[in-house]
């Protein structure tokens, strides 16, 4: 299922999210080092991470929902979706609480406010499964006829186009799905349907 929001041929939402997660969770790891060692350089550090996780969280959000929208309606994915994007507002939304009780003294945090940043990435872990779902597991996402031997999402040319080791037959992931397999390795998915 195509999403509606791309840049250079990938889609713009899971290209922003690295960014305010690994800035959120590293700010709670940044905490942690902090109350260990007590070098308050950390928590100052970690204040100004999640400032910068916010702004990009908004802005992932901001496509994320973009990109929920074109979800049909009554499916899976469109109700996996809400949830996956309401607890990342919930997370945005503990990380903001974190930031505003250490707005006066990002040098020496209130304890509620580290302990905010640490529910925001707990959640943050469901969160990202329930995105990880969605791609992997509902194909939210994925170019119709995606496959291991696609061209190049810069050739602005359909996934199913393979000109490479299929002949340049139109593929159309069916002739994986037909397929009756007990236990998925992933490994028919690597090997193209008919050769090569």
Do not use: C
């Amino acid at each position: 299922m195509e999403r509606r929001t791309k840049f250079l041929g990938h889609h713009v939402h899971p290209m922003l999210i690295v960014f305010p997660l690994g800035l959120l969770v590293t700010a709670v790891i940044f905490d942690i080092i902090g109350l260990i060692s007590t070098d308050t350089r950390w928590y100052q550090v970690a204040y100004y991470l999640i400032s910068a996780g916010l702004i990009g969280g908004l802005a992932a959000a901001l496509f994320g929902w973009i990109d929920w929208l074109t979800i049909p309606d009554g499916s899976r994915a469109k109700r996996i979706g809400l949830l996956h994007g309401l607890g990342n507002m919930a997370v945005l939304l503990f990380f903001g609480l974190s930031w505003f009780l250490r707005r006066n003294g990002p040098a020496v945090p209130r304890t509620d406010a580290v302990v905010a940043g640490i529910a925001g990435a707990a959640i943050a872990l469901v969160t990202g499964w329930l995105g990880g779902e969605l791609v992997a597991r509902l194909g939210v996402g994925v170019d119709d006829g995606a496959h291991v031997n696609a061209l190049s999402s810069l050739s602005e040319l359909p996934a199913s186009l393979n000109r490479g080791g299929r002949g340049g037959l139109p593929y159309s992931g069916v002739e994986r799905r037909r397929q009756l397999v007990v236990a998925y390795a992933g490994i028919e998915r690597r090997r193209p349907v008919g050769g090569g």
